[in-house]
């Protein structure tokens, strides 16, 4: 099992910044792609950036040029760095790795952070 905790979500006005982080503990071994995705109320949940062991990322087109993904392989983290943030931004953020284990992958979650852009 993994467990993932992440932490710095909040309320934020429209233009402002935050930085979600998520730490990874437990079973480690074999994690390859770590991530975060969003739900927002009566909306499917979303991708919003993922990034590979290697470092690769990829984006949903609407946070492209507005946040940045990393990770710490180190420390088994994964940061979301959020700017410029719009309303529309507002959704429960989670942070997702994918295991590979015994043959096959999974996906583990956790438990999400709020994050509101309003004035």
């Known amino acids: 099992q993994v467990q993932l905790v992440e932490s710095g979500g909040g309320l934020v006005q429209p233009g402002g910044s935050l930085r979600l982080s998520c730490a990874a503990s437990?079973?480690?071994?074999?994690?390859?792609?770590m991530g975060w995705y969003r739900q927002a109320p009566g909306e499917q949940r979303e991708l919003v950036a993922r990034?590979?062991?290697?470092?690769?990322?990829n984006y949903a087109d609407s946070v492209k040029g507005r946040f940045t993904i990393s990770r710490d392989n180190a420390k088994n983290m994964v940061s979301l760095q959020m700017n410029s943030l719009k309303p529309e931004d507002t959704a429960v953020y989670y942070c997702?790795?994918?295991?590979?284990?015994?043959?096959?992958?999974?996906?583990?979650w956790g438990q999400g952070t709020q994050v509101t852009v309003s004035s």
């Open positions: 997702s790795v994918r295991r590979y284990s015994g043959g096959y992958y999974r996906q583990y």
């Open positions: 437990g079973s480690i071994v074999g994690i390859d792609a």
């Open positions: 990034i590979s062991n290697g470092g690769s990322t």
